[in-house]
DNA sequence: TCTGGGGTCCTAGGACCC
DNA sequence: TCTGGGGTCCTAGGACCC
């Protein structure tokens, strides 16, 4: 969802200037550009959760309100949301939780292992409430949406955000904050603007010039979307520190040094938009599913069983795109922290024709393993890879396939996906991913000393309050 | 003891073909 | 004995995002 290629990127209003006029329109051009030669101008706005998965904690436990409170990675190793209160007292993100130990006992920081049941969970009722503004809307991640307010240009945009604002907090319990600008990047600013400026009241509209230039003169250019370090670190040997200065930097001497998506981000800067409105989630061009190890792991058979774990995780996504498979890899690897010869494998397999069956994958992975497994390694990390994949309808068989077997699989894992829906996952699995797994767990879920080495440690996870039912909130 | 996971896009360079 | 160049496809690596 992030960078597209310039063809899909380009947004078909601003190619109207190309054409000499509407007389000379191709055929195929929309109609609209028939009926009215001005083009509306586009207005996007970004909608983002504020310290998302720490708001998504407060929602259910107010004793965190104005509290420091901070959301840790898979096995609990470091720092990814934390609110202003943690802001302030200086932990950052990315920060490894045992690093900061001192800091979390000196200020009572209150600590979660990550949720992501919780977090997903609320996150569609978000996007649910902003849904109601405007049907044209962009999932662009977890916590945040673009927006168009194509149309709404009578109203006072701030004051409409300001609304969107507060019917998201009733509705959801979720504080956000809303930038308003001609540009997707100029949103982007617009938001992080108005979440520093306190004044601003959540919202800020860069619609026009003098907004931009006011708060472009003083927004750093590492701060822009897609710039960066690495970018920032060319621009700063170019003379470039601001987004003001980005934007009135030579085109040319950017496309140089940052390719044609520096180019873009300049085009954006100066209010040309380049990144349309994306409203159609596209399906998945790979699915990845790898994860840490909570200890280290060195048995053969071990790594078999985290990999068919990681196997079924990846096949279910594969399924729910309704596509399939003809290239999978995987991968180990060693501790690239840890001060030891380091270890890194992979092996790649072909699908032949294509699947999109749990069991078939693993004995694949299974394989692949055997070939890049080696003795005596202490294993931190391991995953597995889809990729090529194809729509599942347009598997295509050659001679020597199995085509009664091939729907038999469809067949075993249609029900399987729907036992599982309804009974909660894992309920059905295929006997590679083992048992163990939910042997040796605490009441919460979390990890005790029979756990397979290989399982996330989330040692601090809260309840799944909106997703199961014997973790409903009881009121009284 | 303890440092995340899942994605996309762009470019350069090699292989291969004609 | 001399020994081209253009196009396409694929892959690895780099960079970025949340």
Not at 127 to 147: C, G, K
């Amino acid at each position: 969802m992030h960078e597209r290629d310039p063809q899909s990127q380009v947004n078909p209003a601003h190619l109207s200037s190309a054409v000499p006029s509407p007389a000379f329109a191709p055929t195929s051009a929309p109609n609209a550009s028939l009926i009215s030669n001005a083009t509306p101008a586009p207005i996007f706005a970004l909608v983002d959760g504020n310290s998302f998965y720490c708001s998504c904690e407060r929602v259910f436990n107010p004793s965190l309100i104005n509290q420091p409170v901070i959301v840790l990675s898979n096995n609990d190793g470091c720092v990814i949301s934390r609110t202003d209160e943690a802001k302030a007292i200086g932990i950052k993100m990315g920060d490894p939780l045992h690093l900061i130990g001192d800091i979390i006992k000196r200020h009572r920081v209150r600590v979660y292992s990550s949720n992501y049941a919780l977090y997903g969970d609320m996150s569609a009722r978000m996007m649910t409430t902003l849904a109601q503004f405007t049907p044209e809307l962009e999932v662009y991640s977890i916590d945040e949406a673009f927006l168009s307010l194509e149309g709404f240009e009578g109203r006072d945009l701030a004051d409409y955000a300001r609304e969107i604002r507060r019917v998201v907090r009733r509705d959801t319990g979720i504080p956000t904050a809303i930038g308003i600008g001609p540009t997707k990047v100029l949103a982007k600013v617009a938001n992080r603007a108005a979440k520093k400026n306190k004044i601003s009241g959540g919202v800020l509209n860069l619609c026009d010039r003098a907004a931009q230039d006011c708060v472009l003169a003083e927004f750093a250019v590492a701060d822009v979307w897609g710039i960066g370090a690495r970018s920032a670190a060319k621009l700063a040997r170019m003379g470039v520190s601001t987004a003001m200065q980005l934007r009135d930097a030579d085109i040319d001497a950017v496309q140089k040094l940052l390719t044609i998506v520096g180019r873009r981000i300049v085009l954006e800067l100066r209010g040309q938009s380049c990144l349309a409105l994306e409203m159609v989630q596209e399906d998945r061009k790979q699915i990845v599913s790898s994860k840490s190890f909570g200890r280290p792991v060195y048995k053969l058979d071990e790594l078999k069983e985290a990999v068919a774990n990681y196997a079924t995780r990846a096949c279910e996504k594969l399924r729910r795109q309704k596509s399939a498979c003809h290239t999978l890899s995987v991968f180990v690897q060693t501790n690239r922290f840890k001060d030891i010869a380091q270890y890194y494998n992979s092996g790649t397999v072909n699908m032949g024709a294509g699947t999109a069956n749990t069991s078939r994958l693993i004995a694949a992975a299974n394989s692949v393993l055997e070939n890049i497994f080696r003795d005596g390694i202490e294993y931190k990390k391991a995953g597995v890879i889809l990729s090529d994949l194809r729509a599942a309808s347009a598997v295509e068989f050659s001679l020597f396939d199995d085509q009664y077997k091939h729907a038999q699989d469809i067949k075993a894992m249609n029900v399987m996906d729907a036992i599982n829906a309804r009974m909660g996952r894992d309920t059905l699995g295929v006997g590679a991913c083992g048992a163990s797994a939910k042997v040796g767990q605490n009441a919460n879920g979390a990890s005790t000393p029979l756990t397979p080495a290989w399982t996330m440690k989330a040692n601090m996870r809260t309840k799944c309050y909106t997703t199961r039912w014997q973790d409903l909130l009881k009121v009284g």
